[in-house]
């Protein structure tokens, strides 16, 4: 066996295992975005059955409820562009034709890229701010402001990975 040979068949196991490891990740912040979506369910529901059966509210579940729903989409923003679930506008590409869609697939995973790497870094700024100055949430929870925010980084840092995944898949032919 030639050392060609080799290298031509190492080359689409890497990218395999590649593949499989951002599958395994995006998977993991889909599936915390769905327990977190589970959290949202149960404390939303224990608010609303202090408030009218027991007339005792619980404070401040609704700034609790806002944080988790940023963690959720965060997370679970890489599995939906991973799987194909996201929301495009389709006009353009029922319009062209294989090779344009090929063209405008690129385009769109290089779009994706770009726009999270900016997040990733404008969040990170934001977290490092806000732990710099020991920032706290103005409600009732009063929780360093950097613990919410950095659902964000990681959001953003698993949205990375998943268009990164998305990219390669596309330029190997096997979107």
Same mark, same amino acid.
């Given at each position: 066996?030639?050392?060609?040979?080799?290298?031509?068949?190492?080359?689409?196991?890497?990218?395999?295992?590649?593949?499989?490891?951002? $599958?395994?990740?995006? *998977?993991? =912040?889909?599936?915390?975005?769905?327990? #977190? %979506?589970?959290?949202?369910? !149960?404390?939303?529901?224990?608010?609303?059955?202090?408030?009218?059966?027991?007339?005792?509210?619980?404070?401040?579940?609704?700034?609790?409820?806002?944080?988790?729903?940023?963690?959720?989409?965060?997370?679970?923003? $890489?599995?939906?562009? *991973?799987? =194909?679930?996201?929301?495009?506008?389709? #006009? %353009?590409?029922?319009?062209? !034709?294989?090779?344009?869609?090929?063209?405008?697939?690129?385009?769109?995973?290089?779009?994706?890229?770009v726009f999270a790497a900016l997040?990733?870094?404008?969040?990170?700024?934001?977290?490092?701010?806000?732990?710099?100055?020991?920032?706290?949430?103005? =409600?009732?929870?009063?929780?360093?402001?950097?613990?919410?925010?950095?659902?964000?980084?990681?959001?953003?840092?698993?949205?990375?990975?998943?268009?990164?995944?998305?990219?390669?898949?596309?330029?190997?032919?096997?979107?």
């Open positions: 066996m030639s050392l060609d040979r080799i290298d031509d068949e190492e080359a689409p196991r890497a990218s395999s295992r590649l593949d499989a490891a951002i $599958a395994v990740i995006s *998977r993991i =912040g889909g599936g915390l975005s769905a327990l #977190l %979506l589970l959290v949202v369910l !149960g404390v939303t529901a224990l608010s609303v059955f202090n408030r009218y059966v027991l007339g005792r509210p619980l404070v401040g579940v609704d700034e609790a409820t806002g944080f988790l729903v940023v963690a959720i989409v965060m997370f679970g923003a $890489a599995e939906a562009l *991973r799987r =194909g679930d996201h929301i495009r506008i389709d #006009l %353009l590409f029922d319009m062209a !034709g294989p090779r344009g869609r090929w063209w405008l697939e690129l385009w769109s995973q290089l779009a994706v890229i997040l990733m870094r404008a969040a990170w700024h934001t977290v490092a701010f806000s732990r710099q100055f020991e920032a706290y949430s103005t =409600g009732y929870l009063s929780i360093p402001l950097w613990i919410p925010q950095s659902t964000m980084v990681a959001g953003a840092g698993l949205l990375v990975l998943a268009a990164l995944g998305g990219l390669l898949r596309h330029l190997r032919g096997r979107a």
